[in-house]
T-cell receptor, first 114, second 109 residues
Framework: ETGVTQSPTHLIKTRGQQVTLRCSSQ?????VSWYQQALGQGPQFIFQ???????GRGNFPPRFSGLQFPNYSSELNVNALELDDSALYLC?????????????FGPGTRLLVL | GQNIDQPTEMTATEGAIVQINCTYQ??????LFWYQQHAGEAPTFLSY????GLEEKGRFSSFLSRSKGYSYLLLKELQMKDSASYLC??????????FGAGTTVTVRA
């Protein structure tokens, strides 16, 4: 186990709805990255949060947004859900600014949009 | 931009050796990660190569050639529990992991 937790584990939404996914980082880590993994594909980088600010973003539209809190936990918000948003959402924590840059993944939230 | 290529599937026999190749073309390259992912689970960290050469860690070894944009993961003494997807990921700048689509390894008895 990595010490990274995510909630909920599974979620079913309908098109147009909004969803909030949560992630608690591993103790000692100050950075959270979010990834979307479609079935049969590798994870795709959404964005990263460091010291409560967005520290890089992948090729995702603005309806994907996030937050990081003072305790380094993070939220991923997706507005106006589309069918293609159905995927496994993974968060990964790391200790940016140290030699230990390895990202450790949580168990993921599986989102189904109907 | 980034382009990470790895084979889609590989099959090997229990006790054998399998080598999974990965080629990458990534701007701002820092290093190369390998992760293992069992079906329905999160990726788990296997190795990280920054410098050229071979890093050995038990049954698993990983190699990197920065000049060739090439890495491989070597799995020795294969066990049934090694059946999984193996993800190659290149780091860009300080933050972004760019993943390949993954190589599904099936270990047969």
């Amino acid at each position: 186990e990595t010490g990274v937790t995510q909630s909920p584990t599974h979620l079913i939404k309908t098109r147009g709805q909004q969803v909030t996914l949560r992630c608690s980082s591993q103790s000692g880590h100050n950075t959270v990255s979010w990834y979307q993994q479609a079935l049969g594909q590798g994870p795709q980088f959404i964005f990263q949060y460091y010291r409560e600010e967005e520290n890089g973003r992948g090729n995702f539209p603005p309806r994907f947004s996030g937050l990081q809190f003072p305790n380094y936990s993070s939220e991923l918000n997706v507005n106006a859900l589309e069918l293609d948003d159905s995927a496994l959402y993974l968060c990964a924590s790391s200790a940016l600014g140290t030699e230990a840059e390895t990202q450790y993944f949580g168990p993921g939230t599986r989102l189904l949009v109907l | 931009g980034q382009n990470i290529d790895q084979p889609t599937e590989m099959t090997a026999t229990e006790g054998a050796i399998v080598q999974i190749n990965c080629t990458y073309q990534t701007s701002g390259f820092n290093g190369l990660f390998w992760y293992q992912q069992h079906a329905g689970e999160a990726p788990t960290f296997l190795s990280y190569n920054v410098l050229d050469g071979l890093e050995e860690k038990g049954r698993f070894s990983s190699f990197l050639s920065r000049s060739k944009g090439y890495s491989y993961l070597l799995l020795k003494e294969l066990q049934m529990k090694d059946s999984a997807s193996y993800l190659c990921a290149a780091t860009q700048g300080d933050y972004k992991l760019s993943f390949g689509a993954g190589t599904t390894v099936t270990v047969r008895a």
